[in-house]
């Protein structure tokens, strides 16, 4: 499998230093005295008011200190926990403070996670990550402890996959909890999830999911290289990480799945895919994927299939109309009025007499009238995202065909084609057709008929060319493979997928 590695355009981005010092500065190792170390630590966390420094007497007689962000430990943990556990043994006798560390990490082994760290470089990224940080004196160890806090809002439906039938839980933006909810569905040791730091300042957590001897190894390698091999400041969100090691990064269409279901990764996972899951938020990455992908929702497999199956012709033709409709009237309606009905053409002339713009300014007017009021809809508030579709479809839907700005035969083919493009299921690929339906119109108003078929054309070239890590993003129409066909153009009844599942598993 041949790959084009990391694009090389992205490794020679110049980077804007951060003028403060980062962690990868300080890598020395830490002070056998408390107050050094304390010292050290108002330094390098100076302005952070946040930062607790607790001194405490452990055992009654050995100066220790803790420290941590309040806001991102369980402070009521650590008070009835973890202090009262080491507050209980007066009776302690060890030789050296290394014992006592190593013997501190046992005692709370039962309560929280516990990792010694030895440099300053480990020591702040522990303290950022949210853990608490035992310092000891005459020790050059710490004791990294696990009591974070809950920064997560609750389990909720997903508003972007909502379903009728089928799980009401998505993600959220805790990575260990959306690693529990595939956990609780997949429940195999075949079950990977290998843990990356990305963004070398915001250290984001990331995780690729896969499951062992079903997920193609190739595939594996390509996404872990690519994402170890990220050189970026931070890592806020899922989009960076995709936009990043995605293949064909000029092309609109999503080469990379994106969902906030666990069933959807679960799903993908079994079928021999990968994901990837970024902390901090609910959006996962699924690749590799193919063009059908788009069309397909997971509630087609919890449905009847032969509602399944009209539902998803159902959503090819209406993609088809939102991708193609506009430019065929321009087209129709500019170059080729004699395929028109007589009577209908009438109809259309009579109505776009009052109108002094030609049909292609017509559309494009309308059409980005119609994205902008989507784009506000999506932006302000739900009670006011409400008050601007009425307000778009008063204005522009009548006020502006009895001012005679546009007709209103162009108000249908808008109105029609936006409805259409709710109807794909997936968010990228509708905004990958919403942003092609504009050069296919230019094409149609300066070429025609001609000009829509060349355009089209060259837009199937494009898409039996690209790939995604490798997977021809066409298949299994082009290359054609026939057991793929089941799963595409149909939704094949369960009897029929089940033995085909069978069947891949006994290869």
Known sequence: MAYKGVLPWRTKVKKERLEVETIGEIEEELSDKLDANEAWLKQTFSNCSDLIVRKVNLYDSIPCMLVFFKELVDTKQLDDELLKTLFNDMTIELDTSTQLIEQMKSELLPIAQTRIVNNKKETVKQITRGQVVLFVESSNQVLSITMKGKLHRDLQEPNMESVIRGPKIGFIENIDINMGLIRQIIRTPQLKMEQLLVGEVSQTEVVIAYLENVASPEVIMEVRKRISQLDMETVLESGYIEEMIRDAPYSPFPV???????????????????????????????????????????????????????????RYFFTFISLILPSLFIAVDTFHPEMIPTSLILSLASAREPVPFPTLMEIMMMEIAFEAIREAGIRLPRQVGQTISIVGVLVIGQAAVQAGIVSAPIVIVVSLTGIASFLIPSNNMSQAIRILR????????????????????????HLVNLRSFGVYYMSPLAPFQFSGILDVFVRAPWWVIHKRQNRIRSK
Request: charged share 10%; glycine share 8%.
């Open 256 to 314: 990379i799945q994106m969902t906030e279901r666990p069933d959807v990764v679960s799903a993908s996972l079994i079928e021999g895919k990968v994901a990837i899951l970024v902390d901090g938020t609910p959006m996962v990455l699924v690749a590799p994927i193919t063009f059908w992908h788009a069309f397909q929702t997971v509630e087609d497999y919890y449905t009847n299939f032969i509602i399944a199956t009209f539902l998803r012709w159902l």
């Open 438 to 461: 504009f050069p296919l119109m230019l094409s149609a108003g300066i070429f025609g008929l001609y000009g829509l078929g060349v355009s089209i054309i060259a837009l199937l070239i």
